[in-house]
């Protein structure tokens, strides 16, 4: 079996970007590292409910990110080697990333 992303990452990166997303609506400021540690009492009320994610979407959600970052991997590859580099660089990976993204 392939290896994969944590589910577990993958939920705490999700619960991160929702609760960055409910304070933003309700228009408060964020300020330094204080913010991740809001997670708990986000968005109790009925307009902004906690949101999750139940494990086969985290399950799916790490295959796609699997699946992406091997594309971009193996994309790089082929450019570095044509380049004659013996390793994938930043420029490389730069070089790839829009019409990677245009795939997905």
Known sequence: MAHTFDPDLIHAIF????????????????????????????????????????????????????????EAVQRAAIIAEAEGAGKIEGTHLERILPQLLLDF
Do not use: M, Y
Not at 36 to 43: D, S, T
């Open 15 to 70: 619960n991160l970007v929702w609760t960055r997303k409910t304070l933003a609506e309700d228009g408060k400021k964020r300020e330094g590292a204080e913010d991740l540690e809001i997670q708990e009492g986000v968005g109790t009320s009925k307009k902004h409910r906690p949101t999750t994610a139940k494990s086969n979407a985290l399950k799916l959600s790490c295959e796609l990110l699997r699946i992406f970052v091997t």
